[in-house]
């Protein structure tokens, strides 16, 4: 097919009322979800492994890093994936547009699966810069396309969003399974190679299926005219040659370490919501009724960021942890430690739908969006709490807890993902500016972010305190903040108006 072929093809908008191929949802929802499925897959299978993969001995085809430094990088990773889905979501808007912001992204994942499959240092480098600007690109855009399949007044919106969300966990849970396996049986590189080629098969369900989404003409839907967008287009490519070009020099020279890297990037996931809410508050364009519900904003987006510290940790702390200090058998069955990880998902899976029930069920009656999202970081810290208990007395490096320990702290940490992001996400939407509309959703990825920028500082604590102390103290802290944001819930609920 040429390019004029695709170009002419027609763009009318959401499919009609009648489309209800997918679980009486638009075929395009089926489309989305089905990428979804294995860009989780493979984003969250690779990173099962990762921590495993850099705390390994060299001699056992690992990266010989230490354990805090290993988690440290793995958190400034995925600092990084947040950072660039910013900019991943002006792309969009102005240059790409959605349909292929998303398609270059899962084209960019592919290519950096792949290039870690390669059992080198340098490609596992390369590798995740891609998957970082790939990431960047595709998520935040393919929540937007499943908007459009739907109308304004489309009553199939949230449930198609709740199947959606499954779609995700799906390949949460699925990913580690492979990944895990084939990473402690034939070596890390191997699960490195099952994330690439589910990404591919991502890719290529979602070119099959584009006859059936909303929003997928190759135009952006708010284009810069053609003379700004050649010249930010100029700006974009001088600016990463420029920067690359730096990096290297400074590498060169000794100067950029990786330790210096991590650094960097906590300092700007530091900033970056600093200057986006400052710039809220100061435009003129933000009425002072927008203004005063953008206070009770900055709340959710730092408990979002608590939560989150802990959740992340899913996949390095608390891998590690599984890796040396507990069991790996069930029934006598063995099971390699990235397969911990697939917990979490399948929780979530199970999860969401009852809860979804239960606020259905109880109706006006539900908590507040506040104390929802409170609740998720009350039971991310005591997660924590949690695993400060069969860690502790135990000096030895030889002793290994039950598997149910660490399951335990997955079921806790899943409900409350379930519970702050639906409420989080829903309030974000509720309460941005109408002019900071699209840059407000932004923000909620800023608070991931920041979540992993500190986690890549506080990591590197964890060779050198107790893990009673180091996950109790950071189970206590969360705990405490998810309790000042219930004593909060008056004025929560009063500022925040409308939203319930």
Known sequence: ???????????????????????????????????????????????????????????????????????????????????????????????????????WGGILIACGHYAMAVPTAGMTWVGLGLISAGTGLLKPNVATMVGKLYRTDDDRRDAGFALYYMAINIGAFAGPLITGWLGDHKGWHWGFSAAAIGMTFGLVQYVAGRRHLAGRKHTAEFALAPDPMRRAIRLIVAGLVVAAAVAV????????????????????????????????FASPRVTPEERGRLRPYIVLFLASTVFNFILF???????????????????????????????????????????????VRMGHRQPHASNKIAIGVVLGGLSFLLMALPTSGHSSDG??????????????????????????????????????????????FLSLALANGIQAQTVKLYDDVSKPAYFGVNGAIAVAAGLAVMAAGPWLRRTMHPVH
């Open 1 to 103: 097919m040429s390019r004029t072929d695709v170009e002419i093809e027609p763009d009318s908008g959401p499919p009609p009322r009648d489309d209800h191929a997918f679980f009486g949802q638009p075929r395009g929802l089926l489309t989305l979800s089905g990428l979804e499925v294995w860009e989780r897959f493979s984003f969250l299978g690779m990173q099962a492994i990762l921590v495993l993969y850099f705390a390994d001995a060299v001699s056992s085809g690992g990266m010989g890093m230490s354990a805090g430094t290993a988690a440290s990088v793995s958190a400034a990773y995925g600092t990084l994936v947040y950072l660039v889905s910013v900019a991943g979501g002006w792309l969009a808007d102005r240059i790409l547009g959605s349909y292929r912001a998303v398609l």
């Open 249 to 280: 020099l400074l590498a060169a020279a000794g100067w950029l370490t990786m330790d210096r890297f991590v650094d960097l990037l906590t300092l700007v996931s530091v900033i970056a919501p600093v200057v986006y809410f400052a710039v809220m």
């Open 313 to 359: 940790q899913a996949y390095s702390t608390m891998m590690l942890l599984a890796s040396t200090n507990a069991e790996t058998a069930i029934l006598g069955f063995d099971f390699p430690a990235g397969w911990y990880a697939s917990a979490l998902g399948a929780f979530e899976v199970a999860l969401a739908p009852v809860v979804a029930a239960l606020w």
């Open 399 to 444: 002793y290994l807890m039950s598997v149910w320990w660490i399951v335990g702290s997955y079921l806790l940490l899943g409900l409350g993902d379930v519970l702050l992001e639906t409420s989080g996400m829903s309030a974000t939407t509720k309460l941005a500016p109408a002019a900071f509309a699209s840059q407000t959703m932004s923000l909620w």
